[in-house]
T-cell receptor, first 115, second 114 residues
Framework: AQSVTQPDIHITVSEGASLELRCNYS??????LFWYVQSPGQGLQLLLK??????LVQGIKGFEAEFKRSQSSFNLRKPSVHWSDAAEYFC?????????????FGAGTRLAVHP | GAGVSQSPSNKVTEKGKDVELRCDPI?????LYWYRQSLGQGLEFLIY????????KSGLPSDRFSAERTGGSVSTLTIQRTQQEDSAVYLC????????????FGPGTRLTVL
C-alpha cells in the first residue's frame, strides 16, 4: 500500500540556517510528489510538486525538493530559513487512480525558527 | 480570485448530534475532495467528487459520514450521531480535475465533539 513517512515530527532551526525536511514514500510506480505548508489557522498551500522530468524541483518561497528514486525520497530544502517559514510541512504522494489524484499525506513536520 | 471557502470555521457539538460542514470550491473547479486532519496525524482522504460522476466514498470511515455536492459546486459533509473520535479539522480541496492539476485547500472546519 502507498504510504508517506516524515521521520521528523518537530524541527527547530535558527533564522538564516539551512533546512532539510525528510520525506520517504512507498509506492509501486513513479509517484506524483508534493510538499504543502500549513501555517497556523490557514489551509494548506502547495510549495512544489513533482510529476516527471528534472528531479530537482523549484517551488515558491525559495524552497526546492529533490526526487531520488533509489532512496524513495523527496526531501524539501531551503538554503536560508526566515522566521516566517515557521509552520507545519506535509509531504504527499498522489497515485493516479480512477482518473484523479487522491493524495496520501505524511504526518507532517512542525518547523520552529529561532531568531 | 476567491479561494476555497469552508463554513463554519469552528463547530462544537455534543456527542450524538448531527453536524453539517460546508465547502465552496473555486469557481470552475470540477473536482472536489474532503480530507480529515486529526490531532498529530496527517491528512486522511475521505471522499472525492468529479463533475457528474458517482463520488468515490472509499475513504469515509463509517456509514455515519456522508457527503453530497449540489449542482456540481457546493458540497456538504454530514456526520450523524457524532462521536468524540470525530473531533478533527475537516479540509476541503478543489481542482480543475486533471491528473496533474493542483488541489487548492480551504482553511478547514475544526470540529470538536464533547
Amino acid at each position: 500500500a502507498q504510504s508517506v513517512t516524515q521521520p521528523d515530527i518537530h524541527i527547530t532551526v535558527s533564522e538564516g540556517a539551512s533546512l532539510e525536511l525528510r520525506c520517504n514514500y512507498s509506492y509501486g510506480a513513479t509517484p506524483y510528489l508534493f510538499w504543502y505548508v500549513q501555517s497556523p489557522g490557514q489551509g494548506l498551500q502547495l510549495l512544489l510538486k513533482y510529476f516527471s522530468g528534472d528531479t530537482l524541483v523549484q517551488g515558491i518561497k525559495g524552497f526546492e525538493a529533490e526526487f531520488k528514486r533509489s532512496q524513495s525520497s523527496f526531501n524539501l530544502r531551503k538554503p536560508s530559513v526566515h522566521w516566517s517559514d515557521a509552520a507545519e510541512y506535509f509531504c504527499a504522494v498522489g497515485p493516479f487512480s480512477g482518473g484523479y489524484n487522491k493524495l496520501i499525506f505524511g504526518a507532517g513536520t512542525r518547523l520552529a525558527v529561532h531568531p | 480570485g476567491a479561494g476555497v471557502s469552508q463554513s463554519p470555521s469552528n463547530k462544537v457539538t455534543e456527542k450524538g448530534k448531527d453536524v453539517e460542514l460546508r465547502c465552496d470550491p473555486i469557481s470552475g473547479h470540477t473536482a472536489l475532495y474532503w480530507y480529515r486532519q486529526s490531532l498529530g496525524q496527517g491528512l486522511e482522504f475521505l471522499i472525492y467528487f468529479q463533475g457528474n460522476s458517482a463520488p468515490d466514498k472509499s475513504g469515509l470511515p463509517s456509514d455515519r459520514f456522508s457527503a453530497e455536492r449540489t449542482g456540481g459546486s457546493v458540497s456538504t459533509l454530514t456526520i450523524q450521531r457524532t462521536q468524540q473520535e470525530d473531533s478533527a479539522v475537516y479540509l476541503c480541496a478543489s481542482s480543475l480535475g486533471g491528473e496533474t492539476d493542483t488541489q487548492y485547500f480551504g482553511p478547514g472546519t475544526r470540529l470538536t465533539v464533547l
